[in-house]
């Protein structure tokens, strides 16, 4: 049920690049080639009319996250009789959504989807949590409370639960076919969007970039002295009980060359991998050559065969290290890919 590519492509129709192999770039055939793509290129992409994009506010376990609705040009966002294919968003470790709508969001509405974009709570613009670490005055009805916002802490359940508030407000869109649905995620997100598509079968197409979806696979076996072992994470959570530890991950917790600080109780917890044998949506896996953050065999392409078994999957290998999935060449044909996949599971059978 997949089908799996590396190397060059031949030729890539989804709105953006057309992709030619070999040196020999005649003129002519260059021309003939140009002009093909531009017959087979869904207008909606070509389309000179911009997409509209809402400001929206996502409430997620009382946190309103900052969002960016976006439609295709033309249609309206309160009626109903129009609807079309929508497309969720989930960002990677550290990232806000000023460059997903820039590079994904604008040309997914460009080629005829509606798109939701948002920050996780305490990113970006979207509040974080509130706590009160300590009461002042009597346990009566009345304290006062010396409040602390939660800013730029990795939390994977607390993302999670922002995805399905996402999915579950783009649904509730008028101008959204609630049946037609996917989740696209890139690097950490692309786990949670496997985590997340595992348990949601509304959900009908999954795009994975560069996922870490195999996260406990580089913990195993590691010495009790290690600060990410079972044992350390045990003993930082009974410090925090017991109120000898700060119980907002700080310094101690964060990555040389990563913003933010994760919440490694909660990383111990979090397996998206094993989810994988549950996913239905059709599934695209894109990996890159020079991956340096973790392992694509253990991650991407453990994922695409699991999937595989049990719904349409692909899974592709382009150029280049995990970053430079986000500009040039790999961008691009990763960009491509993404909306052919999309119009094959979400627009099947459109007129």
Not at 19 to 38: D, E, F, H, N
Not at 54 to 73: M, R
Not at 304 to 316: K, L, S
């Amino acid at each position: 049920m997949g089908t799996k590519q590396t190397g060059e492509l031949a030729g890539v129709q989804a709105g953006t690049m057309l992709w030619v192999v070999g040196s020999a770039w005649r003129p002519k055939v260059v021309l003939a080639l140009l002009v093909a793509a531009l017959l087979v290129v869904p207008a909606a992409v070509i389309a000179q009319d911009a997409p509209e994009r809402y400001n929206v506010n996502i409430i997620s376990e009382g946190v309103p996250l900052a969002g960016d609705l976006w439609l295709p040009a033309g249609i309206d966002r309160d009626d109903p009789s129009r609807q079309v294919p929508v497309v969720v968003l989930a960002n990677g470790w550290g990232g806000t959504k000023g460059y997903l709508n820039r590079g994904y969001a604008a040309p997914f509405a460009r080629a005829g989807y509606a798109v939701l974009v948002f920050d996780y709570r305490g990113w970006g613009a979207s509040p974080g949590r509130l706590i009160a670490p300590d009461r002042v005055g009597d346990a009566d009805d009345t304290a006062d409370l010396e409040i602390r916002e939660v800013r730029e802490i990795v939390e994977p359940f607390g993302f999670l639960e922002d995805i399905r508030n996402a999915l579950a407000f783009a649904s509730a869109e008028p101008a959204v076919d609630a049946d037609r649905m996917a989740l696209w995620g890139t690097s950490l997100g692309g786990g949670l969007a496997v985590y997340i598509s595992a348990e949601l079968p509304q959900i009908r197409a999954l795009i994975v970039q560069t996922g870490s979806v195999n996260t406990l696979a580089g913990l195993r076996n590691l010495p009790a002295a290690s600060p990410l072992s079972e044992a350390s994470v045990w003993q930082r959570r009974a410090a925090i009980a017991r109120g000898e530890l700060d119980p907002v991950p700080g310094e101690e917790s964060k990555l040389a060359g990563l913003r933010g600080a994760m919440d490694w109780g909660q990383h111990r917890r979090y397996d998206p991998f094993a989810r994988a044998p549950d996913v239905r949506a059709a599934t695209l896996v894109i990996d890159v050559e020079d991956e340096e953050l973790f392992d694509i065999r253990q991650n991407g392409g453990a994922l695409y065969e699991i999937v595989r078994e049990h719904a349409p999957a692909r899974y592709d290998i382009l150029p280049g290290s995990h970053y430079e999935i986000y500009s040039g060449p790999s961008y691009e044909r990763a960009l491509a890919l993404q909306i052919a996949w999309l119009d094959e599971h979400l627009k099947a059978g459109d007129e």
